[in-house]
């Protein structure tokens, strides 16, 4: 069992940063009954109708809504957005393993990420170049739940993590929207944790992530702080992944992969003050390595 006292400082890079759920039965929920909303094609239409005015007046400087939540041990944070790319082509990419883990693998503190069938095994350490041996490992199954002309609705889950945290849980969901040449997203996570991942965020957020904040505008500090703070930004962290990756499928395939990274980093920079963490070379030469350390990858 873990010491959560010796192990707070590798634990630092994990739950706060990564607590991936994500990545996400990632059913989380932004209000009382918000996911049983969208978790049909009509419910996510009404959804779209409802948030349009919010998305077209967005303060993200795209048309994206981001809520979050804590109650007792689980933290979750939601995304609506629309994106340029078409649905179609949403839905033939986002059923694919292999495309989870780019998009997955474009998040800074993802080391790695490996397929067989729907389960992925994702390595998760520090923003820096880590050794593999180092990182954490935690296993996603991917459940396909809908893929229809007109919904789309996939769920990445892992019942364990490091540290005593458990039950990450992400889920997307899309509908076409203006003739099906534009997507809209729900994207949600979230995950629980136990007394040793408590320890730890709470150290971390007393020192290392004490000036960190997330999108939530606060009277107090200008924007949330703490435990919700730091699921915004990896919410948001996620969505600008699935983004940059669909965005990347109209380059050729040998350019995509280039693409996507400028693309993620690109739109974290819109948001210095929550997202930077690394300078742009430093970010793209890591990602490159260990992308090249993929079986099967670059030499």
Partial sequence: MANPTTDLKPLRAWPVRWAACMVMALACTTAPGAEAEADTAAGLRERHARLAPEL??????????LHSSEAGDQLQGSIDAIVEQPFAQAREHLQQPAAWCEILMLHINTKQCTHSGNSLLVHVGRKHDQPLKDAYRVAFMLQPVAASTEHLDMRLSANDG???????????????????SKTFLHLAYSYRYGLAAKLALQSYLATLGAGKVGFTPDGKSGFIGGVRGAVERNTMRYYLAVDAYLASLSAPPAQQRAQRLDAWFTATEQYPRQLHEVER???LSMKQAEF??????PG
Avoid at 56 to 65: E, G, H, I, T
Avoid at 162 to 175: C, E, M, N
Wanted: proline share 13%; hydrophobic share 30%.
């Fill in 162 to 180: 490091p540290f005593s945290t458990r039950d990450y849980r992400i889920q997307l969901q899309a509908i076409p929207i203006a003739g099906g």
């Fill in 292 to 297: 090249r350390r993929l079986p099967g990858g």
């Fill in 281 to 283: 070379d430093a970010y």
């Fill in 56 to 65: 077209a007046r967005s303060p993200f400087q795209r048309p994206l809504q």
